[in-house]
């Protein structure tokens, strides 16, 4: 790559064009996980949709590979050469109320989203922290508090305007293509930068919501209490359950310091009395160090989880769980209850209703069937990458016998994004359809910075 080509680029693109060493360029790269980096050639801060098409192009024309980024949250593998565009210039939201859609560019958040769609009473399906990407947590499937009730972010998706690996840029519809509609839903990144994307929004303004906190240690019986529990429940109740070391440091919160803390969380989508009733064999389970659940507007939905915005170094790994059973909880417990090696954040999702159903136009988002998620997150704070990334192995290896897939957005990143754990994210069908849509759409595999989906070639 020349000098003269980078100019002849930066020339066309509105946002900045950055280069190793140049003013902004680490601010630039750097995301919320910051255990993993960046390291391109160069970065396109793209500003609007044209600007991703020329930095693909370019990138295609020089032979370079393609990462693309927005917050950080959640990307994998590291960018050591090749183009880097990143998005956060591209975050416009419109919201139609008239159709119950949104529009957003590629690098709006949930936190703009959520209070343009609750002037109309209207909400997105968004997950559990608000300044995550919208664009790429849709594309990963995303997981949604309210998904028991109304189903996968990605099933209600209208339409994608992507740049795809020839520099095109595509408005994408379930009806004018069918197949790269349905290879981008779930296949995220590795089919084409997407620069702006629609979708349904669901008519909620209220919710029962909030968390349920025990000591674990207190408690030793508040996982089969939740298991059990779950069973019981209808499709209005979205739960999940995260088991937290919490340091026993002065800036802690009280009570939580220095205890390892059972959070239940709740997102109750029918009447505040009809979840008080539902709760309430939880409440039973033992005393409870802390309660926040209450009556609220959905734009006080993120308290749910209260998720740290700050960002800081992981690593993390997860696995969709069926039929699990009293000995899956004692492998939890055992590796991230009190008295595990390393402090492990545990959450268990509950999953099920309308999680499990099919999409309207079908998409690559997988393992429907599974009973729960289960992410676990280990802060690299104080610990070596290499400690945690064992005990992460040694934990999801006693986990196989319930685990029937992962779930692309909490794979985690580095060496542990390889092509082998990608399948895991697929059913066998769909991921060969994959390698055979990206065969077509990218045969030169140039977005491969990523948990890679290979073309499919003939032997
Ligand atoms: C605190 C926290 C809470 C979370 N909660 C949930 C949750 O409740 N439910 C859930 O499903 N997930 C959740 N996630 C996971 C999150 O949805 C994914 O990590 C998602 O990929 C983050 O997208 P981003 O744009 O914010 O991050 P980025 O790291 O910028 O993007 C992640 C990857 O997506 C790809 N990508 C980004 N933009 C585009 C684009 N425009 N076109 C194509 N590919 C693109 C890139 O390869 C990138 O590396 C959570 C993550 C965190 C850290």
Not at 156 to 163: E, G, L, Y
Not at 200 to 228: H, K, M, N, S
Request: hydrophobic share 40%; charged share 20%; glycine share 10%.
């Amino acid at each position: 790559m020349e000098r003269i080509d980078i100019e002849n680029l930066a020339a066309r693109i509105e946002g900045p064009v950055l280069l190793p060493g140049q003013e902004g360029f680490d601010e630039e790269r750097t995301g919320y996980n910051l255990a993993v980096r960046h390291c391109p050639e160069v970065i396109v801060g793209a500003a609007r949709a044209e600007d991703v098409a020329e930095a693909v192009a370019f990138a295609a024309a020089h032979g370079l590979p393609v990462a693309v980024q927005n917050t950080g949250h959640g990307f994998s593998v590291a960018a050591e050469d090749g183009l880097l565009v990143t998005t956060r210039r591209m975050d416009a939201v419109r919201v139609d109320p008239e159709t119950h859609s949104a529009y957003v560019a590629a690098g709006a958040r949930f936190e703009q989203v959520v209070p343009e769609a609750a002037r109309h009473g209207l909400a997105p399906l968004n997950g559990s922290a608000p300044h995550v990407g919208v664009v790429s947590y849709t594309l990963g499937g995303g997981l949604a508090l309210l998904g028991r009730t109304h189903g996968w972010a990605a099933d209600r998706v209208r339409a994608m305007d992507v740049v795809t690996a020839d520099g095109r840029l595509r408005h994408v519809t379930p009806d004018t293509e069918p197949e790269l509609y349905r290879a981008l839903l779930g296949g995220r990144d590795n089919f084409g930068i997407v620069t702006g994307m629609e979708f349904g929004l669901v008519p909620v303004a209220r919710l029962y919501g909030g968390g349920l906190f025990f000591d674990l240690e207190q408690t030793p019986g508040i996982l089969e209490a939740y298991g059990q529990w779950v069973a019981t429940v209808p499709d209005e109740m979205n739960s999940s359950m995260a088991l937290i070391p919490f340091p026993d440091d002065p800036q802690m919160p009280e009570p939580m310091r220095g205890r390892h803390v059972c959070h239940v969380r709740i997102a109750f989508t029918g009447s505040p009395e009809a979840g008080e009733r539902l709760v309430e064999p939880l409440r039973q389970a033992g005393p409870r160090l802390l309660e926040t659940l209450r009556d609220m507007p959905y734009e006080q939905s993120a308290d749910i989880h209260n998720d740290p915005p700050i960002p800081m170094p992981w690593a993390a790994d997860n696995a969709f769980l069926a039929n699990p059973d009293g000995d899956t909880v004692r492998t939890i417990l055992k590796h991230a209850g009190p008295g595990a090696a390393l402090p492990t954040v545990v959450e268990l999702r509950h999953l099920g209703g309308a999680l499990a159903r099919r999409p309207t136009h079908p998409n690559a988002v997988g393992h429907r069937d599974a009973h729960f998620m289960m992410a676990a997150l280990i802060p690299l704070t104080d610990i070596s990458p290499i400690d945690a990334h064992a005990c992460l192995v040694r934990m999801f290896k006693d986990l196989e016998p319930w685990t029937s897939g992962r779930f692309l957005n909490f794979m985690g990143h580095g060496d542990a994004a390889d092509q082998e754990r990608t399948r895991t994210a697929y059913t066998s069908d769909d991921h060969r359809r994959l390698t055979e849509l990206k065969a077509v759409y990218d045969p030169r595999n140039i977005f491969r910075l990523n948990y890679n989906i290979p073309p499919h070639t003939t032997p």
